[in-house]
């Protein structure tokens, strides 16, 4: 596609100047096809999803739990400090032991495979980190802690 002036060209996928289609546009209608094209492209931020943030540093950890089910590890943050659980990682676990105090000891792969942030999970298969490649894996869901600390017969928190 060429744009020349008030013309725009379209040409067929390996057609050597053959013109499919040319439409004229008054100068009002080109600039607001290209207002609104300007306000919808991904590089302007118009509609565009928030990028995952990297993970956060160990001192906004607030819990860690292990779910046996799907043999992740998660890591619960709380991005501003104020106790509400709204970053979550999960790793693959390997291996999972008790230490000599009786506490859990797990190992993990080095980076997550799966993130939750803003009401979306993110799935990172090659688990190299925050860089770009991650994959909405679903949207608009919250992350269900009572799964994991179940509190009478209710399922309320405690």
Request: hydrophobic residues 35%; negative net charge.
């Amino acid at each position: 596609m060429a744009v020349c002036g008030a013309w725009i060209r379209l040409k067929a996928p390996g057609a050597h100047d053959r013109i499919l289609l040319v439409v004229t546009l008054s100068p009002l209608t080109a600039s607001i096809l290209t207002c609104v094209l300007l306000l919808f492209s991904p590089l302007s931020g118009g509609w565009a999803k928030d990028s995952l943030p990297v993970e956060p540093d160990l001192a906004a950890r607030i819990d860690e739990q292990y779910d046996h089910e799907s043999r992740l590890f998660l890591m619960l943050y709380s991005l501003h400090g104020d106790g509400h659980v709204d970053y979550v990682t999960g790793r693959l676990v390997h291996q999972y032991a008790r230490n000599s105090y009786g506490d859990p000891v797990y190992q993990t792969e080095a980076y997550p495979l799966f993130y939750w942030w803003n009401r979306t999970m993110y799935n990172d298969p090659e688990q190299d980190g925050v860089n770009g490649n991650e994959r909405v894996y679903q949207e608009n869901m919250e992350f269900d802690l009572s799964r994991y600390r179940p509190c009478g017969s209710d399922r309320k928190p405690c």
